[in-house]
Each structure stands twice: as structure tokens, then as C-alpha cells.
């Protein structure tokens, strides 16, 4: 009453969904975490409820806690290492380049006849004319946008 | 293809004062007005790359087969085939209509 798992009871099923894990652990009874004193063992002692509560409360915390600060938290041979290293340039080499080609791929075919189209007639000086001038009718509509102010943008709430 | 194939039919068209065959890599054949022009082929690109991003509505493929920069006495015209980018720069004869 009071403190952490007072009213905690291992049968009960509620309380099952907020004890669990978000990833299930691999291997729930591997190897001890690290940076951690693991004397006890993962059966409850039957010394006391209390002593019984304190280590299940170091499992499930050990079991959430990655430590990346822990000392030779990683041996891993050298040879493994560099085939991790190699594994992984490899995936980035695979991802860059199809990066790459997306970007390259972005040039679309206008046509199969660059020659012809190049020679064809130039753009009418009409239609470029007319073209200037729908360009210059938007350019002052554009120009002439603006806010029409109807009301106070700041008022005062009258309190009485 | 070869750069001669490439360019083979630019210098026929009729009066054109230079072209450029420029490629995503940088420029693989120049001649005339725009030979060396590494300048303007950067500037074309980039128009034309521009022009590219556009979609009419409902459209998705690019809206222009030719893109033309129409100065007061020449024409730059610009399309895009098998990757690459041809400009021809040509005389502008498309003058104002003399009112007789």
C-alpha cells in the first residue's frame, strides 16, 4: 500500500499488459545483463515476499536496460568484425546508388527525333506576343493582391 | 551512339549558328557560337530541368517537346532524347510583322 507493486499479484491477469515488455527479450533467461551483480538466481526465494518482489523488480529492469556504457559489453573477433563492417557498406552502397539512379532517371524523353524537332519552325512572333502580354496582364493582377482590412485585428474583451 | 551520330543532322538545320549536346555528366559535343560554351550548357540545363518539373493537370508525362529561349536576334530551342540535351542556337527571322 503505497509503494511501487504493493498491490501486485503475480496471478492476476490486468496487470499483465503493463509488466510486459514492449519487444519481447530473445532469450529471457540468457546471459546475465551487464554492469549488473547477479548473485541471485531467477526462482523467487522463499526466505521472503519482499526479497522475492526486490529481485523481480531487478529482472524486469535489467531486462528493459541496455547498457551501451558497459565494458566489454561486445567481443567480437576480428574477423567478424570486418564481415559486419563489409555487410554493412554493402547495404549503404546498394541504398546510395539507387538514390543515384532516381536522380539520373529524372531526365524524361521528349522525343525520338531531336533533329526534326530542333529544324521545325520557330515559335510564331504572334504567339510569343501574345503570350507576353498574358504573362504581363498576371503579372499586375498578382501585383495588386492585397489584405482588404475589415475589422481590428486586436480587440479588447470588455469586462465589466 | 556516336558523338558524329549524335550531331550528324544539327549542323543541316537551316540557320543555325551553333549547338550543344550536353549529357547529365557535361557537355559531349559543342560547335559553332556555343563551342566551349560550358556556360550556357549550364544554364540550358538548368532551364530545362526547370521546364521538366512541370505537369499540365492530369498530365504525368512532361507538358513541351521543345523549349525555346527567344532573344531579340536569336533563338536558343532545347529538347531532351535518350537522355541527353540538344540546343541549337538559331536566327530569330520570326520579327515583327512590318504593317505596309
Redesign the interface.
Same mark, same amino acid.
Given at each position: 500500500m503505497g509503494c511501487c507493486y504493493s498491490g501486485e499479484d503475480n496471478n492476476s491477469g490486468e496487470k499483465s499488459s503493463e509488466t510486459d515488455p514492449l519487444i519481447p527479450p530473445p532469450n529471457p533467461t540468457s546471459k546475465p545483463p551487464n554492469g549488473t551483480d547477479w548473485i541471485t538466481t531467477n526462482v523467487p526465494s522463499a526466505r521472503t515476499d519482499e526479497q522475492a518482489l526486490l529481485n523481480s523488480i531487478i529482472t524486469k529492469t535489467a531486462q528493459n536496460i541496455i547498457d551501451v556504457s558497459a565494458a566489454d559489453s561486445v567481443v567480437m573477433e576480428q574477423h567478424e568484425y570486418m564481415d559486419k563492417a563489409r555487410q554493412y557498406s554493402t547495404k549503404l552502397a546498394v541504398l546510395s546508388t539507387n538514390l543515384h539512379q532516381k536522380k539520373a532517371l529524372t531526365l524524361p524523353s521528349l522525343t525520338s527525333q531531336p533533329h526534326q524537332v530542333l529544324a521545325s519552325d520557330l515559335v510564331p512572333y504572334s504567339d510569343v506576343q501574345q503570350v507576353s502580354k498574358i504573362a504581363a496582364y498576371a503579372c499586375s493582377a498578382i501585383s495588386q493582391i492585397k489584405v482588404d482590412a475589415k475589422e481590428e485585428l486586436v480587440v479588447q474583451f470588455a469586462i465589466p | 551512339m556516336t558523338t558524329a551520330a549524335l550531331t +550528324? &543532322?544539327?549542323d543541316?538545320?537551316?540557320d543555325q549558328l551553333g549547338y550543344l549536346v550536353i549529357s547529365?555528366d557535361g557537355v559531349l559535343a559543342s560547335a559553332g557560337e556555343l563551342e566551349n560554351d560550358e556556360h550556357t550548357a549550364g544554364v540550358i540545363m538548368q532551364m530545362v530541368?526547370t521546364a521538366?518539373r512541370f505537369r499540365l493537370s492530369g498530365s504525368a508525362? +512532361?507538358p513541351?517537346?521543345?523549349m525555346?529561349v $527567344?532573344l531579340d536576334d536569336f533563338?536558343y530551342? +532545347?529538347? $531532351?532524347? &535518350? @537522355?541527353k540535351?540538344?540546343v541549337?542556337k538559331?536566327q530569330?527571322? @520570326?520579327? @515583327?510583322?512590318v504593317c505596309a
Open positions: - | +550528324a &543532322g544539327l543541316r538545320i537551316p547529365e530541368r521538366c508525362e +512532361a513541351f517537346k521543345r525555346s $527567344i533563338v530551342v +532545347a529538347t $531532351i532524347s &535518350g @537522355q540535351v540538344f541549337v538559331r530569330n527571322n @520570326q520579327h @515583327q510583322a
